[in-house]
């Protein structure tokens, strides 16, 4: 599986989409990262994109985002195929303090800081579906 590498700037740009900026979200997406466009939306549980990375040979980025929801199986599937960078960046994500060490230990900080915004977004979320006072848009 070819798996796409991404200059720095461009994990640093996807780390403040996923952190809220609508903007850089955009310039992802209309400037030749569709897919880490549609990572922030599948991040944010919309079945629509999570099925775009599936169907447009994007599967390592939808188990990365399994992976971050705890799902073990995806966790592996990363590792079965040699994504340990990324299976290392899901499971930091997931509050593994001993990934994010890793990361941080392999001077990953891009990675790194990717892992944590991608945290930050996924306990937001979860706070919200455990708080019964919250009314979903959707």
Same mark, same amino acid.
């Given at each position: 599986?070819?798996?796409? !590498?991404?200059?720095?700037?461009?994990?640093?740009?996807?780390?403040?989409?996923? *952190?809220?900026?609508?903007?850089?979200? *955009?310039?992802?997406?209309?400037?030749?990262?569709?897919?880490?466009?549609?990572?922030?939306?599948?991040? @944010?549980?919309?079945?629509?994109?999570?099925?775009?990375?599936?169907?447009?040979?994007?599967?390592?980025?939808?188990?990365?985002? !399994?992976?971050? !929801?705890?799902?073990?199986?995806?966790?592996?599937?990363?590792?079965?195929?040699?994504?340990?960078?990324?299976?290392?960046?899901?499971?930091?994500?997931?509050?593994?303090?001993?990934?994010?060490?890793?990361?941080?230990?392999?001077?990953?900080?891009?990675?790194?800081?990717?892992?944590?915004?991608?945290?930050?977004?996924?306990?937001?979320?979860?706070?919200? @579906? *455990?708080?019964?006072?919250?009314?979903?848009? !959707?």
């Amino acid at each position: 599986m070819a798996v796409r !590498e991404y200059p720095s700037k461009v994990i640093i740009a996807w780390a403040e989409a996923i *952190d809220g900026n609508v903007a850089i979200r *955009d310039w992802l997406m209309a400037n030749g990262y569709p897919e880490l466009g549609l990572f922030v939306f599948a991040l @944010h549980l919309k079945k629509d994109a999570r099925q775009w990375l599936m169907d447009n040979g994007f599967p390592h980025l939808m188990a990365t985002i !399994e992976c971050t !929801e705890g799902r073990e199986q995806a966790c592996q599937w990363l590792q079965k195929y040699d994504l340990i960078l990324l299976e290392k960046v899901a499971r930091a994500a997931d509050n593994d303090e001993h990934s994010a060490q890793w990361l941080m230990d392999r001077n990953f900080q891009d990675m790194l800081r990717l892992a944590v915004r991608i945290r930050k977004l996924k306990n937001e979320i979860q706070s919200r @579906h *455990d708080d019964m006072h919250f009314i979903s848009p !959707e």
